[in-house]
């Protein structure tokens, strides 16, 4: 099993970045993203099911749009409206149909002016 993040980077206060993953070796249930910040723990970014149900953090809501692309089994992160918090390395994730879970390398979001 492979996920291969990209699209991290430096962006100023209220800018946007679009986060991509794209997932192989196996069928996933779910995918989507985590992130941590230095001296915090992982959170739950996003995620969306093979069933097409969304959840995002309440922190994220109205700003992040989570997206699939099924064909090239790839989920991506929208990101609008960046704030100074949204700081942190962002990490792919990816559960399987057997519950097994994977994580991508991390892709790092820094948002500062």
């Known amino acids: 099993v492979q996920l291969q993040a990209s699209g991290g980077g430096l962006v100023q206060p209220g800018g946007s970045l679009r986060l991509s993953c794209a997932a192989s070796?196996?069928?996933?249930?779910?995918k989507g993203w985590f992130r941590q910040a230095p001296g915090k723990q992982r959170e739950l970014v996003a995620t969306?099911?093979?069933?097409?149900?969304?959840r995002y953090a309440d922190s994220v809501k109205g700003r992040f749009t989570i997206s699939e692309d099924n064909a090239k089994n790839t989920v991506y992160l929208q990101m609008n409206n960046l704030k100074p918090a949204d700081t942190a390395v962002y990490l792919c994730?990816?559960?399987?149909?057997?519950?097994?879970?994977?994580w991508g390398q991390g892709t790092l979001v820094t948002v500062s002016s």
């Open positions: 994730y990816a559960q399987n149909r057997g519950r097994t879970n994977y």
């Open positions: 070796g196996s069928m996933f249930s779910i």
């Open positions: 969306i099911t093979s069933g097409g149900n969304i």
